[in-house]
């Protein structure tokens, strides 16, 4: 069963006297374990797909399903409960709150799960630090902590509460390259051991390479589907211009 699945989405944002389209038309079927690039320019509608995807924003028309239920009929509350215990995310500007330490930050969204008692919540803070590792930098705050260190925070905040999908946008944009790939290594691991299910936006084609599954986007509209087979892409949807770039 595909965890995600959006059909038909578009997305108008109303911006003064204009319209501006995001998304049109956008269909996409996200297979639970994938590991998933959302590639394309600036303005493309990436972020405003992953936000949808996420439930943190709602599209103008079509359906969205996370783990075959359709969330357009569901209450605000339903969909924090939702985001709360499925869906993991990993912002650009990793979005930690300054004045809470590493392990608050991480353990912060697990006060939303009410049945968790407070040693619970310890334990599992402790146990995906050590899994970012940042065992020994518990009590930092994010300011003492590196960019890399930051996001790895990020990542134990996104999977504390067992989420079974992390959608990420730009997770390594503001990460100097070698601390970008062990990130992305650290994602990957997690996606092969755990099998959580890893969608992230990307400009960058060596992060892009480094999914199973690749979606192109131009103008709100996937304009490419790429499948990883023995090491190079197949795509199976493909409508890009002459003049893009044929790697991705
Ligand atoms: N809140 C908003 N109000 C008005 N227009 C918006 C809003 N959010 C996004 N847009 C517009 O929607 C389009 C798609 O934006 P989106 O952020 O999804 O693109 P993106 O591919 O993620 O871009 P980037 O790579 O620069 O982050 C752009 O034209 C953008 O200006």
């Not at 997305?11 to 590639?39: C, P």
């Not at 608050?104 to 939303?112: A, D, G, I, K, S």
Request: with cysteine; aromatic share 4%.
């Amino acid at each position: 069963m595909p965890i995600i699945r959006v059909e038909d989405l578009s997305k108008v944002y109303r911006l003064g006297e204009q319209d501006v389209t995001a998304l049109e038309g956008v269909s996409l079927t996200v297979e639970e374990g994938v590991f998933m690039a959302i590639a394309g320019p600036s303005g493309s509608g990436k972020s405003t797909l992953l936000n949808i995807m996420g439930c943190i924003d709602t599209p103008s028309k079509g359906r969205v399903e996370v783990s075959g239920k359709d969330v357009s009929g569901q209450t605000p509350d339903d969909l924090a409960d939702l985001r709360a215990r499925t869906i993991g995310f990993i912002f650009q500007t990793f979005n930690l709150l300054p004045v809470l330490s590493a392990h608050e930050n991480v353990e912060y969204p697990l006060l939303q799960i009410p049945e968790l008692s407070k040693a619970e919540r310890s334990e599992r803070v402790e146990h995906y630090m050590s899994m970012v590792g940042l065992g020994k930098y518990a009590h930092h705050r994010p300011n003492q902590l590196s960019g890399g260190q930051r996001q790895r925070v990020a990542i134990a905040r996104a999977l504390v509460t067992h989420s079974r999908i992390v959608l990420a946008d730009e997770p390594t944009a503001n990460l100097d390259r070698r601390t970008g790939e062990s990130i992305l290594n650290l994602m990957r691991d997690i996606n092969q051991d755990s099998g959580t299910t890893f969608v992230f936006s990307t400009h960058d084609k060596r992060v892009m390479n480094r999914a199973d599954r690749l979606v192109r986007m131009e103008d709100g509209q996937i304009t490419a589907l790429g499948l990883k087979r023995e090491g190079s892409w197949i795509f199976v949807q493909d409508r890009r211009k002459p003049e893009d770039d044929p790697d991705i």
